[in-house]
């Protein structure tokens, strides 16, 4: 129950920040493990990611996996 | 842009859970990080103002043109979070509620309560359907 509340919790904010990017995947991506990049040794990565959009609204959330 | 991360806060967290939830929003279009060391938790709460807290089961949105520099991420446009049983927001995202007892000490002055953590799906869209629209529109703030 509630991975379906957080699922939708992110598809309507994802609308809010969606801008060029697309929810639907590819073929490849369907087959392909998602990447879960591990920000233990810095938060680097994710600072990158969050600047490489700067033109862009972007939604960031964090998230217990249980 | 949509920046999903998985922190460890709950009994049973650890990579492996993050793994497979991360799978559930594979096809969100934005990257998946593990936030093992709460890091990030802990710069997310001192961006919001409430340093000293591990932020997490929160949302957050950024304008166009926020930056995060060597000074740290930016304070969000908007944040939603669950906290103390209550769904509690950053200053100006919703109107507060009239009873505010629930809201946790450590966000005094930053945040408010804005309302039940059952609303909480009710709440995000509140703030995220104006902020589309304003975006769609090319408004940055």
Same mark, same amino acid.
């Given at each position: 129950?509630?991975?379906v509340?957080?699922?939708?919790l992110?598809?309507?904010?994802a609308?809010?920040c969606k801008?060029k990017?697309?929810?639907?995947?590819d073929?490849? %991506?369907a087959t392909? *493990?998602?990447?879960?990049?591990?920000?233990?040794?810095? &938060?680097? +990565?994710?600072? %990158?990611e969050f600047? *490489?959009?700067r033109?862009?609204?972007?939604?960031l959330t &964090?998230? +217990?996996?249980? | 842009?949509?920046?999903?991360v998985?922190?460890?806060?709950l009994?049973g967290?650890?990579?492996r859970?993050?793994?497979?939830?991360?799978?559930?929003?594979?096809?969100?279009?934005g990257?998946?990080?593990?936030?093992g060391e709460?890091?990030?938790?802990?710069?997310?709460a001192?961006?919001?103002?409430?340093s000293?807290?591990?932020?997490?089961?929160?949302?957050?949105f950024?304008?166009?043109?926020?930056?995060?520099?060597?000074?740290?991420l930016?304070?969000p446009e908007a944040a939603?979070?669950?906290a103390?049983?209550v769904?509690?927001?950053?200053?100006g995202?919703l109107p507060?509620?009239?009873?505010q007892?629930?809201?946790p000490k450590r966000?005094s002055?930053?945040?408010?309560v804005?309302?039940e953590?059952?609303?909480l799906?009710a709440?995000?869209?509140q703030?995220a359907?104006?902020?589309a629209?304003r975006?769609?529109?090319?408004?940055d703030r």
């Amino acid at each position: 129950m509630k991975r379906v509340l957080v699922l939708t919790l992110l598809v309507v904010a994802a609308g809010a920040c969606k801008s060029k990017a697309t929810a639907s995947p590819d073929a490849s %991506a369907a087959t392909a *493990a998602v990447k879960l990049s591990d920000l233990s040794g810095s &938060l680097d +990565s994710v600072r %990158a990611e969050f600047n *490489a959009h700067r033109r862009e609204a972007r939604f960031l959330t &964090l998230l +217990s996996p249980a | 842009m949509p920046i999903v991360v998985w922190i460890p806060m709950l009994d049973g967290d650890a990579l492996r859970a993050a793994g497979e939830a991360s799978e559930r929003f594979r096809d969100l279009p934005g990257p998946q990080f593990w936030d093992g060391e709460t890091k990030l938790g802990t710069e997310v709460a001192r961006s919001i103002g409430a340093s000293g807290w591990t932020a997490w089961d929160i949302y957050l949105f950024y304008p166009p043109g926020a930056e995060w520099t060597d000074l740290g991420l930016p304070p969000p446009e908007a944040a939603l979070a669950q906290a103390g049983g209550v769904v509690v927001g950053t200053k100006g995202t919703l109107p507060p509620v009239a009873d505010q007892a629930r809201l946790p000490k450590r966000m005094s002055g930053s945040a408010d309560v804005v309302g039940e953590q059952a609303n909480l799906e009710a709440l995000l869209a509140q703030v995220a359907e104006p902020l589309a629209r304003r975006y769609a529109a090319g408004g940055d703030r």
